[in-house]
């Protein structure tokens, strides 16, 4: 497990745009995929974008795509999630998420399940 520092939420109006930051601390992060979810106050927690480490491939929940980007520095290890055009149906406390092993499946990187490591969260808020 690797720990795992989310950064870069907070307020903004619908049509706006925000970056989160995911930092790895401790030491730099080898595994298979990192990965964003959300969860929205009272809603189960859902996929929204993520990559493999080393290959690069990207995977989007269909609600953000177009509008959403996820990218990696591998040299900072640091994962970002870049949000344009943000809908009020965006609000939810988005987190960080970390895979070691590889997958045989590559449709484990939308698996909340399936992540060995979390960040604690940051708040994302768009107004309308």
């Known amino acids: 497990q690797v720990q795992l520092v989310e950064s870069g939420g907070g307020l903004v109006q619908a049509g706006g745009s925000l970056r989160l930051s995911c930092a790895t601390s401790g030491r730099a992060f080898s595994g298979y995929a990192m990965g964003w979810f959300r969860q929205a106050l009272g809603r189960e927690r859902k996929f929204v974008a993520a990559l493999t480490w080393i290959g690069g491939s990207r995977y989007f929940d269909d609600s953000v795509k177009g509008r959403f980007t996820i990218s990696r520095d591998r040299a900072k290890n640091t994962l970002y999630l870049q949000m344009n055009n943000l809908k009020p149906e965006d609000t939810a406390v988005y987190y960080c998420?970390?895979?070691?092993?590889?997958?045989?499946?590559?449709?484990?990187?939308?698996?909340?399940?399936?992540?060995?490591?979390w960040g604690q969260g940051t708040q994302v808020t768009v107004s309308s």
């Open positions: 998420a970390a895979r070691g092993e590889t997958l045989a499946d590559w449709s484990g990187v939308l698996q909340a399940s399936l992540y060995d490591s």
